[in-house]
T-cell receptor
Framework: GENVEQHPSTLSVQEGDSAVIKCTYS??????FPWYKQELGKRPQLIID???NVGEKKDQRIAVTLNKTAKHFSLHITETQPEDSAVYFC????????????WGAGTKLIIKP | DGGITQSPKYLFRKEGQNVTLSCEQN?????MYWYRQDPGQGLRLIYY???????QKGDIAEGYSVSREKKESFPLTVTSAQKNPTAFYLC?????????????????FGPGTRLTVL
């Protein structure tokens, strides 16, 4: 079946440095890619999303890039802060699965002081 | 955080028992979803509903059942047929259930219910 692979599973970066999380997807017709952040003990929340008609989208310190040819997309966080510590999930809209979101396994981001 | 609630927060069940998890939203959203979250894994879709009185199976529907009698409510029943029900269950909702690809819309999640089978 369709799947989304997410790497790395854990990422530890020094406060102030940048963090990059990558996801690859299998359905070449996928056209919507959201990223969710789940802080410890809290619910997932959408932080940024991108549609297939653009290659990059930015929102302050976070950005998402999409490479449709290679079927991968990435989350970039610059100038990381302690509050960025969380689990981040990517997802892809699978058009051949009745428009279901297929989720990556998550990346635990640790910001070291 | 308001708008979509789940109860209870923690639930314990004996083997062989059915149990129902509650999900309510006051966001006037058409679409609602149930996900299961296991450690080290992403969110797996159990059931979803695009509109009242209609619902569809997700990837892991076996051993679960749902109903959508009201727009604001989407309860999930974990039956005794579910072989490994211990997990964290998340309910979500989004604005649109039909036309335009409902999953284009942001999904708002409830706080979750942690189910443990004793």
């Amino acid at each position: 079946g369709e799947n989304v692979e997410q790497h790395p599973s854990t990422l530890s970066v020094q406060e102030g440095d940048s963090a990059v999380i990558k996801c690859t997807y299998s359905d070449s017709a996928s056209n919507y890619f959201p990223w969710y952040k789940q802080e410890l003990g809290k619910r997932p929340q959408l932080i940024i999303d991108i549609r297939s008609n653009v290659g990059e989208k930015k929102d302050q310190r976070i950005a998402v890039t999409l490479n449709k040819t290679a079927k991968h997309f990435s989350l970039h966080i610059t100038e990381t802060q302690p509050e960025d510590s969380a689990v981040y999930f990517c997802a892809a809209l699978m058009t051949d699965s009745n428009y279901q979101l297929i989720w990556g396994a998550g990346t635990k981001l640790i910001i070291k002081p | 955080d308001g708008g979509i609630t789940q109860s209870p927060k923690y639930l314990f069940r004996k083997e062989g028992q059915n149990v129902t998890l509650s999900c309510e939203q006051n966001l006037n959203h058409d679409a609602m979803y149930w996900y299961r979250q296991d450690p080290g894994q992403g969110l797996r879709l159990i059931y979803y509903s695009q509109i009242v009185n209609d619902f569809q199976k997700g990837d892991i529907a076996e051993g679960y059942s749902v109903s959508r009698e009201k727009k604001e409510s989407f309860p999930l029943t974990v039956t005794s047929a579910q072989k490994n029900p211990t997990a964290f269950y998340l309910c979500a909702s989004s604005i649109s259930g039909l036309a335009g690809g409902f999953s284009y819309n942001e999904q708002f999640f409830g706080p979750g219910t942690r189910l443990t089978v004793l």
